[in-house]
Each structure stands twice: as C-alpha cells, then as structure tokens.
C-alpha cells in the first residue's frame, strides 16, 4: 500500500512529525503557509532511480532551489534545465557545466549562447531551425556542442492532457516521420555532435509500456537515420502516489528497458529524467487554519494559503491529501478544504475527511507538495511565496526564506522612487 506522504511522516499524540521534528516547532519557527521536504527521503529516491537506470538527470524544474540541486548533485545525478534561468540556477548552487542538459521548444538565441558559452554538457535541439541557430552560435564560439534530437514519439498515455508531451500534436520536439532526416541533418551540420535522441510521452504515468514504446520509437529513428546512438532518452513523468495510486516499480521498469535495447541489439545508455518521482512525496506543505463555517450545505474549512503556493488543484484538478497536523479531535466529518485567495475556484481539496474539531489556529498538513508547487507559485493577492525547509535527522534548516511585500516591491519602478518625488508640485505637476 503506497501513501502520498514523506518517509518519516508520523502522526502521534502531538501531532504530525517529519524528518524527527514537531509541526508545530516547525511552523513556530518559520511560519505558515511552509513546504517541508524530508532530505532524507529525497536521497534514498535519488538513490534508488540512479540504481535503477545508467544514466539519470534531475528535472529542476520540478523543485528548482540550491539545496535540492546541491542533493541531487552530491547523489550523482546530472541535471535537466528547461530555460536559462534555470541554467544559471543550477551553475549558481556549483554544478558542474558538464553535468547540465539543457532543453525547451522555444529557446531563444541568448539562452543557446549562454549554454554555448557556459559548456554545458548536452542541449537538446527540439527542431531543425534551432538545430542551424545553435551550429552557427557555437561555430563562431570555436566549440562543439553534444546535443540530443528531440523526437515526438507519437504516443498517447493516461494523463492529464495539459502534461501529456508524446502526442503526434505535441508542441515539443521533430514529427516522428521527419526526425531521420533531421538527425542527419545535425550529424552534418558544423559546431554540434549529435550523441542521440530523446523524447517524452509525458508526466505522472503509471504504465511501464509508455517507456517501451518510447524506447522503440527511438530506435526506429536512428536505424532510418544510420546514426548509432550513444546516447537514448526515454524522458521521465514517473507516477506518483497523491492519493491511491501505484507508482512504477523503477528497477523492474529500468530492466525492461535494458532487455528491450538488447532485443533490438543497441548499444546505448539509457537515460532518464525524473523530477516529481524524486520530490514529490518527500514534500508536503503545513498551513493554518483561519476559519470553519458553513455555506449551502458544505463545511468550508479556509487556510492562510492555497492557489498562489499551490496552483495544481486549480490549474489540473489535481488531488493532494489533507490531514490534520495538530492533535485534533472530534468524530471525522467531511469538509472542503479552500484557500484565501479572492478566487471561487482557490480549492485545495473539494471534498475530504478531518476530525470534527478542527478550529482556527490548528495546522493542516497537505500531502506531496513537494513538486511543481514552488516552481508554479505566484504572488497573486500579495500573499508572497511560502518559505522552504528541509528536515533530517531532527534538525530543521531553511531553505528558501517567506517572500515578504518588500520583495515583491522590489521590482517596482514607482515604489522605487522617493515618496516625496511622486507628489505633484504647487504648478500642478509631478514632482521631480
């Protein structure tokens, strides 16, 4: 039986602890709403996919921080960019150029320079028109820069449509039917060397022949091109547990892959790339409750958080479990779980069980939070991203400090300027 929360989650006569620490000295000590990964959870992920597959890169954009990319790093995991930013990111917490993949199906020409110019150790050109802008960027660099062909393996898979990426439709990647010719197009093309292809059916998937398939059409390619690959990339979008579901067993599903490269006599790596399968359950995200009431017929149980630190159950309807992180009491009642934000559709959970003497003030914990809530955060009626802990061992350490309204105006040009500047004069104008 798989549940959504971290390792060394436990609920006891105080409440929830995790990674050996009280919620309630948790919150205490950096506030509400907070996201808390259990580190040592996250290791033993990060252990057990790298046991799993020879090669694997940490998708950053799942969880993008120094302290989670610093982990992954010392795991020996590589790491896959989905922007520059992310690029500059992962070279300001120390990686290594060498161990960063960078990719999109928009980059833009600064963003190839600075992956040109940084070295990185592979892009992966997701067309032909950006396989001629990186060859000339790279040409007139003096360097040859190891890529990937993206491919649209042409696959459908159980997901939400807004991540399935493998469609025939898919807005990433070279078509299945013109990737031969593409690929030896780049194997000629100056300043790049093409090391294989790679292609993603799309995210939080369950089936294990998704892979196969994607292996297969890899394959297809690059006999069709005559370019024996080094390197093959089945992508990532591992499943997670958010409520009852049944991950992929990852070392079944790595040996699978591995029968099926020598069924097809290759002889590649495999490589993947798994970010919410590493950080989501390790995740969960403590709130405060602010008020109980009822309304046509419903209990609506409101938290001092929701869809500005959270957007997945607003933007994909997605599932998180609630459950009470204080010690509360009272028979089990059904309640929805909503947020403060002046939306109808800030709902964090439409319809779950919590103990029937849940009041303002007790602590609500919600359940793998630990991917994609932060990276899609806002700061949508000024409430300000959450802070960011890490807990190991019974020790807590922060990891991203609360936006605070200072950050958020930091970037305003008005609130910039001295308050008496913005006063207009006795003429009748702005001031100067």
């Not at 029937?356 to 919600?366: K, S």
Request: charge should be negative; charged fraction near 20%.
């Amino acid at each position: 039986m798989h549940d959504p929360w971290p390792a060394s989650a436990r609920w006891g006569a105080n409440g929830l602890t995790i990674g050996g620490v009280d919620a309630a000295d948790l919150v205490e000590g950096f506030g509400t709403p907070l996201l808390v990964f259990d580190e040592a959870d996250m290791r033993a992920r990060m252990r057990a996919v790298r046991a799993s597959f020879p090669r694997v890169t940490y998708a950053v954009k799942a969880m993008t921080c120094a302290a989670v990319i610093r982990i992954a790093l010392e795991e020996r995991l590589d790491l896959l960019c989905a922007s520059g930013g992310e690029l500059l990111t992962c070279l300001h917490a120390g990686a290594s150029p060498e161990r960063l993949v960078l990719h999109g199906n928009a980059k833009t020409d600064e963003e190839l320079a600075l992956a040109v110019r940084a070295r990185i150790g592979c892009v992966i050109v997701d067309d032909e028109p950006e396989l001629e802008r990186l060859g000339a960027i790279a040409v007139s660099g003096g360097v040859v820069q190891p890529i990937l062909l993206r491919v649209i393996p042409e696959i459908s898979v159980a997901t939400h449509e807004a991540i399935a990426t493998g469609h025939a439709e898919s807005k990433f990647g070279v078509p299945l039917a013109a990737a031969p010719a593409v690929a030896r197009r780049a194997s000629e093309t100056a300043g790049v060397r093409l090391d294989g292809v790679q292609a993603h059916a799309g995210s939080q998937l369950l089936d294990a022949d998704a892979y196969i398939g994607v292996l297969d059409a890899l394959i297809d390619v690059t006999v069709d091109a005559g370019s024996p690959p080094k390197i093959l990339d089945v992508g990532g979008g591992f499943g997670v547990t958010y409520g009852d579901e049944t991950p992929l067993e990852l070392a079944g599903l790595g040996a699978a892959l591995q029968a099926r490269l020598r069924e097809r006599g290759v002889d590649a790596e495999l490589q993947v790339e798994p970010g919410r399968a590493l950080v989501a359950n390790p995740g969960l995200t403590l709130y405060r409750v602010l008020t109980v009431k009822e309304a046509g017929g419903r209990t609506l149980v409101a938290i001092d958080g929701g869809m500005s630190d959270n957007l997945r159950p607003a933007l994909y309807g997605a599932h998180h479990e609630v459950r009470a992180a204080s010690a509360v009491a009272g028979a089990p009642r059904t309640v929805t779980v909503v947020g403060r934000h002046c939306e109808s559709g800030d709902v964090v959970a439409p319809v779950t069980t919590l103990p029937g003497q849940l009041a303002r003030g007790d602590l609500l914990a919600v359940g793998a939070t630990g991917a994609y809530t932060y990276p899609l955060a806002s700061i949508y009626n000024r409430f300000g991203r959450p802070a960011v802990a890490g807990v190991r061992d019974g020790v807590a350490t922060r990891w991203l400090r609360r936006e605070e309204p200072d950050d958020m105006d930091r970037l305003d040009v008005i609130l910039g300027t001295p308050w008496d500047a913005a006063v207009p004069s006795a003429e009748g104008g702005a001031g100067t």
